[in-house]
Each structure stands twice: as structure tokens, then as C-alpha cells.
């Protein structure tokens, strides 16, 4: 009796010789079986780290969704609106005059125009205006026609020459309205009386305001039978300028002449802010 038999391996095609007589051609061959053998090891650690893996991430979302659950619950809020005002007095004013002047030739306008608002500018330099508190705003030189049997003929020039001036100092401003109408100011513009730097007021009135909102909202919390948390956020509104104050219609000097000194009352002016605050509840 032949103690070997010979087979081909079905996996790997190759005739083999092994002992036995219980060998079937399926099994295959030792390297092919040892090969399956890996595979499967193999196959069976990647199944078990995908399984692990998946675990951990099932406990880390759990934890992540108790996390954002508590997140929600803790940011249950109320927002409210308050008013905080300040009531300041003008500490600035500004005054806009103008020289208008008509002539026959562009050259002949603008020395008459020029002769006069030089003389307004030394003197409002000579009571103790700042020179950088005087500005140029405009200076429109136009030629005027007539239309006689529709036809246009120049008949001359008009030239409008305009300065802004600042005044930190109230009582100089009705002397320097009558005067500058002596030395040629035909036209002044309105007065506007503002605080120069509002910054410190805006401040106080915002501050007051957070004050006022957070009255506000605590007694909102104990009407709702809840308590009130930290502040989760803060916006303000509101706090311009000043508004301005037009000038009495009576201290708006035209034409030659020059009237007493108007009385000039500036007046206090309200800044007010808004506060936006939200606040967390429990």
C-alpha cells in the first residue's frame, strides 16, 4: 500500500504529496490552509476594533448629548430694554457767516467781497478765537443776467464768501454777531450749541441704563417665579450728537447796519441711551 498520495490543491493549482488516505483535494495544501488561517485572524481583529470603536463612539455621543442638553437648559434667558439720560449744558457753539457781494466784473466783486471778510476774520481773531477755529466753508463766485426780449446779457458778478467759527466762550457770540454785520456780514447762518466731546456723557448714560434694565429685569424674574443669572450679553443705542439749536430769527442780521448785541440762551440738551441686555435665568 503507497503510503503518500499525490493531489492537486484547488487554491493554489499545485500537485502535492501528503500521508494519509483521508486527504480531500478541498482542504488544500498546508501553506494555502495557513494562509486562510491568517486571513481570518486578521478579519477578526478589524471586526473587533470596529466594534470597539462604534462603543466608544455610541458613549462619547451619549456624553456630548447629556453635555448639550445641559448647555440648552443653562442658557435659558431674558432680554430687556432700559433708557438711561444724561442732561448736559453746551459747552461749544458755531456760527456760520457769510459776505455777499455784487458787482460789475469778477475782479471788482471779489476785492469789495475779499476787503470785507478779511476785516470780520482779524477781528474775530482779536477777541481770542482761535485761528483753527475759523474755517473757510465757501466761496461761490456766479455771473447774474438779464433776459430782455429773450435775449441773455451779463449785467455782473455775485460772489458769496463763507466762514464757520467756533466759540468756546458764549458771552463773545452776540458782540461778535453785531459787529461782523458792522464790517460787511450780510449773512449769518444758524447757531448750533453742542458739547464738544459728548464721550463722558454717553458713558454715564449708558450706565444708567444697565442699571435701569437690570431693576427691569428683576422684577420681571419675580413676577415669573424665576432668578436671575449672569449677563450673558450687552448692546447699547442711541447717544449722538446733541441736537442743534437754530439761532432767534431776530439775530440773523441782513443788510448794511448793525443792530445791538442779541441775547443768545443755549439751553441744556438730553443724551440718551438704549441698553439691550440678556440676562440668564434659572
Same mark, same amino acid.
Given at each position: ?57 455610541? =458613549? ?49 466783486? +471779489?476785492? #469789495?467781497? /475779499? ?21 473757510? /466753508? ?22 458769496? !464768501? ?23 456780514? !450780510?449773512?449769518? $447762518? ?6 464738544? !466731546? ?8 449708558? #450706565?444708567?441704563? =444697565? ?11 419675580? +413676577? ?38 442779541? #441775547?443768545?440762551?443755549? $439751553?441744556? +440738551?438730553? =443724551? ?11
Amino acid at each position: 500500500m503507497c503510503l503518500f498520495k499525490r493531489f492537486q490543491c484547488l487554491h493554489c493549482g499545485e500537485n502535492k504529496s501528503v500521508g494519509g488516505e483521508d486527504i480531500a483535494q478541498e482542504a488544500g495544501c498546508c501553506r494555502c490552509r495557513a494562509g486562510k488561517t491568517i486571513a481570518m485572524m486578521i478579519f477578526g481583529a478589524v471586526l473587533i476594533i470596529l466594534l470597539v470603536a462604534g462603543s466608544v463612539n455610541l =458613549i462619547v455621543g451619549a456624553g456630548l448629548k447629556s453635555k448639550e442638553a445641559k448647555n440648552i437648559a443653562a442658557t435659558r434667558t431674558m432680554a430687556v430694554s432700559a433708557e438711561g439720560k444724561v442732561t448736559v449744558s453746551p459747552d461749544t457753539a458755531s456760527v456760520n457767516f457769510s459776505v455777499i457781494t455784487e458787482a460789475k466784473t469778477a475782479k471788482e466783486v +471779489q476785492t #469789495q467781497n /475779499t476787503e470785507k471778510m478779511n476785516k470780520v476774520i482779524e477781528y474775530v481773531k482779536s477777541v481770542g478765537i482761535d485761528p483753527k477755529d475759523i474755517k473757510t /466753508t465757501s466761496y461761490y463766485l456766479y455771473p447774474k443776467y438779464d433776459y430782455p426780449n429773450g435775449k441773455s446779457i451779463l449785467v455782473g458778478y455775485t460772489l458769496t !464768501n463763507s466762514i464757520s467759527v467756533k466759540i468756546v466762550k458764549f458771552e463773545l457770540i452776540g458782540d461778535l454777531i453785531a459787529k461782523s454785520v458792522e464790517l460787511g456780514i !450780510n449773512q449769518i $447762518g444758524d447757531i448750533n450749541f453742542f458739547v464738544d !466731546n459728548p464721550d463722558e456723557a454717553k458713558t454715564k448714560a449708558g #450706565q444708567l441704563a =444697565i442699571r435701569n434694565a437690570r431693576a427691569k429685569a428683576l422684577a420681571l424674574a419675580r +413676577q415669573a417665579g424665576v432668578r436671575l443669572g449672569k449677563v450673558v450679553s450687552v448692546t447699547e443705542s442711541g447717544g449722538g450728537l446733541p441736537p442743534y439749536y437754530p439761532m432767534a430769527k431776530e439775530a440773523f442780521a441782513v443788510g448794511g447796519g448793525g443792530g445791538g448785541a442779541p #441775547q443768545l440762551t443755549p $439751553g441744556t +440738551q438730553d =443724551i440718551q441711551v438704549t441698553a439691550n441686555v440678556i440676562f440668564e435665568i434659572r
